[in-house]
């Protein structure tokens, strides 16, 4: 099946420091990814949709300035956490649209730990 | 923002037991799909209903989608312990549930 990685898997940074990290979509091509926040035993919240060529349209409640989202081709969007403090400190995944069957993967997620 | 409630959110049982999980919203949705997540990875996806109505086997996990498209449930017959995990519905793939986190003791 489609395989959508994500890395770093697990980055630590300190306060006040930038993280961008990568979500690639490996044997197929998306037009569209999507950006989840997701807290310990919680659900994922959808922070952004991210399309090839276009600005990223944020979800109400997420700080555009402070998320950085970059789709700047059809295989690789990135997340980039400004100014990281330790409230930022999250699982971050991505999912990718495959772009003929419509159908959506999934990365293996990356564990942001601000100190 | 359109919100799923799963319930139970928690979910202890002994291996053998048989479970309902449940997804309600108020919104009708074109789809619905049921993920299993396990801790530290990215959701993978078990099933996707579109039909009212519609009734999913997978080996021993029974999926329906609500006559109304605004609701499922996920039955699992004689849980084993590899079925531990969070298990989320999402609707039309973008708008997760709460979650149900499944403990499933030997």
């Known amino acids: 099946g489609a395989v959508v990685s994500q890395h770093p898997s697990r980055v630590i940074c300190k306060s006040g420091t930038s993280v961008k990290i990568e979500c690639r979509s490996l044997?197929?091509?998306?037009?569209?990814m999507f950006w989840y926040r997701q807290f310990p035993k919680q659900s994922l919240m959808l922070m952004a949709t991210?399309?090839?060529?276009?600005?990223?349209?944020?979800e109400q409640g997420v700080e555009k300035d402070k998320f950085l989202i970059n789709h700047a081709s059809l295989t690789l969007s990135t997340l980039t956490v400004t100014s990281a403090h330790p409230e930022d400190s999250s699982f971050y995944i991505c999912?990718?649209?495959?772009?003929?069957?419509?159908?959506?993967?999934f990365g293996e997620g990356s564990r942001l730990t601000v100190l | 923002t359109q919100l799923l409630e799963q319930s139970p959110q928690f979910l202890s049982i002994q291996e053998g037991e048989n479970l309902t999980v449940y997804c309600n919203s108020s919104s009708v949705f074109s789809s619905l799909q049921w993920y299993r997540q396990e801790p530290g990875e990215g959701p993978v996806l078990l099933v996707t209903v579109v039909t009212g109505g519609e009734v999913k086997k997978l080996k021993r996990l029974t999926f329906q989608f609500g006559d109304a498209r605004k609701d499922s449930s996920l039955h699992i017959t004689a849980a084993q312990p590899g079925d531990t995990g969070l298990y989320l519905c999402?609707?039309?793939?973008?708008?997760f549930g709460t979650g149900t986190s499944l403990t499933v003791i030997p």
């Open positions: 044997d197929f091509q998306a037009t569209t």
């Open positions: 999912s990718a649209r495959e772009g003929v069957t419509g159908e959506l993967f």
């Open positions: 999402a609707g039309d793939q973008f708008y």
């Open positions: 991210s399309n090839e060529g276009s600005k990223a349209t944020y």
